[in-house]
């Protein structure tokens, strides 16, 4: 018999981290009326619905998860978020993993996510090591098993990152077809292809632009069996055994696109269902199939920056409205990093004063702050010990700072039109925090930071420049915690 085609349809969930970093609460977002904040109103229209998705057959009403069919990966800030305020949801995506899992001989459809959604391209070695190492943490504290593939944040890559990948043994990420040279598969193939550099390797998977854009842009989602009819017809342009991949934001499915939940379900209830198609993941295709093609890269690229990664640090040209500028993107940065490098500085002088390994510590360190269980935090003390509670909280402060530090070049706050919406809120907030704990070490760098922000000026004349939209985010969380 001949070899079924494949269908890969994955799903990139993620929030940026709202809360605030002193109470954990979420701040009143009154753009999310009715509800009282975004994550609270994508919970509802999104991940619930993903969870619990209806569908019509004849009169009779069907529910199915739509996670146990998609490839899959949640950032750390928005599942971390879902663990306490959306259970159902939060549930239902783990079921999702154990289910495919079973099904395809232990490869789950869950992936893991680099851990702050920082661009990779844009960090030191040492920290792209970090974000790894704390996102595949992650992964095994939500998941219950280590991760075979990695979503790396607006698929920004290059040379250094896949590397990094590989040292790390994630077997596999997922890039746009602009991204490299994909080699020895047909133009709508997914591959995997490989891509070596000496011993290490890393499988890339490609996802079909066409069909990716129409579903998160277009038409293709309005109808479930359309989209299926239209996703079918891709594959069987693809030789058997081979398959077919599309790659969107999860949001699109319920959130973006009002119905986008239920007529996924009605899509991959048909694919299901048609012979000579088989849906699957990406973790098990490459374990049945292994690499088809060869991949290269010349450069920093992203998915949704058509300049490198140049979104992130420049005036590029990449933005939302035609009528504002980017001046603000490369100071604003460079007052992010400033925050960073400081707590970097702070860590590194007196992290080895109180364990003997501060790097390796660092790098398992996002597990005793993610679980709250004594054991946990007994067992991590046990590989880096550190004598006496006094000390240990101590060392925890120092990592909670490289968390909050890390967390204020989270990439939403470059990637709209400016500082002053709520992404940039959010990297502002946490350099606060990261200057306030590292405070508790060395004289404050505040002083320093507030001379570079404010020359920044935002294209909203209510904003004005980001040192005073700092200091009212400041105020009104003190306020908050009183």
Known sequence: ??????????????????????TGLIAPEHGAAPFPNWNERILS??????????TMEGRVVRIRNNYESLNFNFGPTLASWL?????????????ADEASSARHHGHGGAMAQAYNHSILPLLNDRDKALQIAWGSE?????FGRRPEGMWL???GVDEATLGALARAA????????EQGRFDGAGEREAGPFAWREGAANVAIFRFDRELSRDISFGDALLDGAGLADRIAHAAWQIPPGAALMIATDGETFGHHKKTGA?????????LERRDGLSVTNCAAYLADHGTRGRFAIDGASAWSCAHGVERWRTECGCRLEGHTRQLWRAPFRAAMELAKNHADLVYDRFA???TADPAMALMESIRPMLDANPAVREEFFARYPVAGEERRDRFLRLCEMQRAAHAALTSCAWFFDDFGGPEGRVALRWAARALELAAEFLPSAETELLARLREIHSNRREVGDAATLYLSLKTREARGRV
Not at 45 to 54: F, L, S, T, W
Request: proline residues 10%; glycine residues 2%; contains cysteine.
């Open 153 to 155: 944040p607006e698929c």
């Open 45 to 54: 229209e999104c991940y619930n619905a993903n969870a619990h998705a209806h």
């Open 138 to 142: 992650d992964f095994a504290y939500r």
């Open 170 to 177: 994630i077997a596999y990420t997922i890039l746009a077809p």
């Open 83 to 95: 663990e306490r305020h959306g259970k159902a949801a939060y549930r239902a995506l783990r079921r």
């Open 1 to 22: 018999m001949t070899e079924p085609r494949y269908i890969i349809v994955h799903g990139h969930f993620y929030q940026p981290p709202r809360e605030s970093p002193w």
């Open 352 to 354: 080895p004063e109180l």
């Open 262 to 270: 239920a007529e996924l379900a009605r899509a991959l209830d048909l």
